[in-house]
């Protein structure tokens, strides 16, 4: 038996079936794949895909996850998933994490568009 790497978003799958091949080209079919897909580009530090699938509306210029080195990201748990229709669905999930050796909680609603086939992660608020 060899062990075989866990994804990050705790689908309990290899992360080879789960978040890589978003990571490495392939749309991701829903709202919720692209949302755990996004998590786990957080985990790994994937700032090229994290920007990618950001909405061209809300798209910030560059990201710093390097500068953010100290955030290390636990668990996510997704709470709920809403299809609004075939071009907007939302997603609430509880993001762990843990920041100078503080353990903290993301709680968010987000909403994402889906463009030319593709999912984008268009804002996040507080569901609370
Ligand atoms: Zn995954």
Request: aromatic share 10%; hydrophobic share 35%.
């Amino acid at each position: 038996m060899h062990t075989v790497k866990l994804c990050p978003c705790e689908s309990k799958k290899p992360y080879s079936v789960c978040c890589e091949p978003y990571h490495n080209g392939i749309a991701a079919p829903t709202a919720e794949a692209l949302m755990r897909s996004r998590y786990t580009a957080f985990a790994l530090g994937l700032e090229e895909y994290l920007l990618q699938t950001w909405h061209p509306e809300t798209r910030p210029s560059t990201l710093n996850l390097a500068e953010d080195a100290a955030t290390k990201w636990l668990g996510l748990q997704v709470k709920n998933t809403a299809n609004i229709s075939e071009k907007k669905a939302t997603v609430e999930f509880v993001a762990r994490y843990k920041i100078a050796g503080k353990a903290e909680r993301l709680h968010e609603l987000s909403e994402f568009e889906r463009i030319e086939g593709r999912w984008y992660y268009l804002v996040g608020s507080d569901p609370r």
